[in-house]
Structure formats: C-alpha cells, structure tokens
C-alpha cells in the first residue's frame, strides 16, 4: 500500500505552516478563507500526552488547510497556508 505524499512547509514561505512535532491534529481552530492576524491559535498537536499550540506566524488569510482534527502528521508536513 503506497502512501500519498505529503507536501513538506518550505521555511522560506512564512505563510506556510509546518508541524513542529511528529503527532496528532488534536483540534484545528481555522478553515479555508478565515481571515487571521498574526498570532492567531491555528491548531494544537499532541504528542506523547503533550499539547503543541501552533500560532500564526504572519497575518493574512487561509487559502489551504491540509490537516483534520485525529489526522496523524510528521514533522515539518505542510498543515496549513495563509497569504
């Protein structure tokens, strides 16, 4: 069984958002179009017990959200996109 591939978050491109840990989307707090200001809760991850809060790094709006609350994610997976 092939697994998809999954678009890695380039560090060059602020807007998009990587997993920070190996783990779980335990809850995702934007959708698509949602305007956003920076610092702004994006989603929480969970690893081993431990939640993960991951924050906007820049303003703008979400124009891809590529994580559902349960799915499980890699490091540096691409989560989500804002411009």
Do not use: C, F, W
Request: no cysteine.
């Amino acid at each position: 069984m092939k697994q998809r591939a999954v678009p890695k978050a380039d560090p060059n491109q602020p807007g998009q958002i990587g997993a920070p840990i190996p783990g779980v989307a335990s809850t995702v707090a934007v959708q698509m179009n949602q305007v956003i200001q920076k610092g702004d809760q994006l989603l929480v991850m969970e690893a081993m017990k431990m939640q993960s809060t991951v924050y906007a790094p820049v303003g703008g709006r979400v124009t891809q959200v590529l994580v559902q609350p349960g799915q499980h994610v890699e490091a540096k997976d691409l989560l989500i996109e804002i411009e």
